[in-house]
């Protein structure tokens, strides 16, 4: 039996990387439910369902760690010793800062226009680009991880990525209220 403390990675019997399979995740996922659902342990008394209660939370948690990109690129950093700390190291190359500040202006023009079909082209138009700039974060990881396993160069691409989905989400809550 696997331990509560394997890497998430054990626990589900895939290979330790940042490209898995979904489908294959997923299915493991309700495999392991199936087994540690502590409704099979009702009739074995209070520690049983309790010890189930605790797989059946730690599958939870691995699986959603395992199924969020970012939060799998983080995890695969930190199993490596090269932990994200986005909380305390916000540094970022001043291109990508760049990049950003133009986003931001961008964003506020589109804000400010008044014509509502007009300002929808104009956040849609910034959505693609910020979605675009996401997929090549994702890929820059992909390679920085699995291929060249250089994990303190992958937490900056995951820090990256992280600023890519808040500010993708900053963009998203506009085009939500106006459609």
Request: aromatic share 8%.
């Amino acid at each position: 039996m696997i331990s509560l403390q394997a890497s998430d990675f054990e626990l589900f019997g895939l290979p330790t990387a940042f490209a898995l399979d979904r489908a294959q995740l997923d299915l493991q996922w309700k495999s392991l439910q199936r087994e540690a659902h502590p409704d099979r342990f009702a009739s074995e008394g209070a520690a049983a369902q309790r010890i189930a209660m605790q797989w059946s939370v730690r599958i939870n948690e691995a699986y959603n760690r395992l199924k969020d990109p970012l939060k799998r690129a983080a995890y695969l950093c930190e199993l490596h010793g090269a932990a994200v700390n986005a909380e305390n190291n916000t540094s970022m190359p001043p291109a990508f800062l760049m990049q950003q500040m133009e986003w931001r202006e961008t964003l506020d023009d589109c804000k400010a226009l008044k014509a509502v079909d007009s300002k929808i082209e104009a956040l849609e138009k910034l959505l693609d680009e910020v979605d675009a700039s996401h997929a090549a974060a994702l890929a820059q990881i992909v390679t920085l991880i699995d291929a060249d396993h250089n994990y303190a160069a992958a937490v900056g691409q995951v820090r990256a990525l992280m600023f890519i989905e808040k500010f993708a989400q900053e963009v998203q809550h506009p085009l939500d209220a106006l459609s």
